[in-house]
Structures are given as C-alpha cells and as structure tokens.
C-alpha cells in the first residue's frame, strides 16, 4: 500500500519564524489533504491539494504530484499554530486516506 | 460550515462492557469515517460507510461493528471492551462528488477502558 512520510517529526519555532513541513509519498494519489490537530484533539482541515498551490492566510502549500511530495509553509508563526500536523493521501481507487505520522509543532513565545 | 459530532468526549468504561460512539454529521455526506488515534501510530482507519446500511473494513476492524442506518449517522460499537482500545476515537464525513472526497473531523471522543 501507499507510504506516507513526514518530516521532520518534531520542529520548535519562536514566534514570528516561518517553517516548511514536508509530506512524501509512495505512489500516484488523487487526493491530498493537510490537517491540523490542536491541543484539544480537533483536526481542522487546512488543505485540499492534490496538486498546484494553495494559500490561506500565513499558511500555503504546494503538492508536486509527480514527484511525490507536498509541502506546507508556515509564515510568521504564532503560539496558536502549536499542534500536530498531518498530512493524509487517498489510496486510489478506494474511499480510504492513508495518514503520515504527523509533524509535531512547538511555537515559544 | 460542515459539522460533525460525536456523542462524548470523554467517556470510561469496564473491561467486558458494549460501548456506543455516536457521529452525526449535517451535510448530507454519503461517506463517514472511524480512526483511531494512538501515540506514535498516527490515525488508523477501523470502518468506513459509504452509504446508508453499507460498511467496509478498514484496517484495523478487529473487536470493533459499526452501523449505519440512516445517512446523517455512523457509530461504532466495542462489542466486549478490552484495555487495548483505551484510545482517541475521531469520526470524519466527506462528500462523494467524483474525486473530490475532503475530508472533516469530528472534535474525537477520548475512550479509557478499565
């Protein structure tokens, strides 16, 4: 089955720092999507990017389908964007989203 | 905004008890969701329904039913509970509207089995 790889597992920032979190992956996929999992368990959706690039605000990312890789960038980072960081892909072809690890992020004031 | 619930939080239990964990979610999604969410395993998928009175396994269906009888609803059953699945139980929707299947989350129900 697909392979999903983040990195770096775990990154401590000081505010205002920007950041880029990397998700790899094993095989051709349709659909990517970023999360955020706060301190309280919720996972927020960030994007929905197969492909191209996206931003939202300090966030944005860019899925290279054909490499095999998304990233997300974090600008001017504040202690709200603490958390977890998942990266999930869809196994094509079926309904499941396959999750990497997760990047765990520390924001200091 | 799409909204998913799940019925607890937190929730206690004993060895050997039936346990319900109940996910509605309000956007007519054909599909909803079980994982679960351990330390250093990431989330894991237990059930998927993509349709009303339909389910498939996941990967991990073991010790675990799901039911789904009526679109807006999903909820997973622990037949005899174990200390094992003292875990983060998150619920997701999606629609199915040709590829684009994004995926929300419910706010997770954080199980403890005694």
């Known amino acids: 089955g697909i392979q999903v790889e983040q990195s770096p597992p775990d990154l401590i920032l000081q505010e205002g720092a920007n950041s880029t979190l990397r998700c790899n992956f094993s095989?051709?996929?349709?659909?990517l999507q970023w999360f955020h999992q706060n301190p309280w368990g919720q996972l927020i959706n960030l994007f929905y990017?197969?492909?191209g690039t996206k931003q939202n605000g300090r966030l944005s990312a860019t899925t290279v389908a054909t490499e095999r890789y998304s990233l997300l960038y974090i600008s001017s980072s504040q202690t709200t964007d603490s958390g977890v960081y998942f990266c999930?892909?869809?196994?094509?072809?079926?309904?499941?989203?396959?999750f990497g690890t997760g990047t765990r992020l520390k924001v200091l004031a | 905004d799409v909204k998913v619930t799940q019925s607890s939080r937190y929730l206690v239990k004993r060895t050997g008890e039936k346990v319900f964990l109940e996910c509605v979610q309000d956007?007519?999604?054909?599909?909803m969701f079980w994982y679960r969410q351990d330390p250093g395993l990431g989330l894991r998928l237990i059930y998927f329904?993509?349709?009303?009175?339909?389910?498939e396994k996941g990967d991990i269906p073991e010790g675990y039913s799901v039911s789904r009888e009526k679109k807006e609803r999903f909820s997973l059953i622990l037949e005899s509970a174990s200390t094992n699945q003292t875990s983060m139980y998150l619920c997701?929707?999606?629609?199915?509207?040709?590829?684009?299947?994004?995926?929300?989350f419910g706010p997770g129900t954080r199980l403890l089995v005694l």
């Open positions: 095989d051709s996929v349709n659909n």
């Open positions: 990017i197969p492909s």
């Open positions: 956007m007519d999604h054909e599909n």
């Open positions: 997701a929707s999606s629609f199915d509207r040709g590829v684009i299947k994004t995926q929300y």
């Open positions: 329904s993509y349709d009303v009175k339909m389910k």
């Open positions: 999930a892909v869809e196994n094509p072809g079926t309904y499941k989203y396959i």
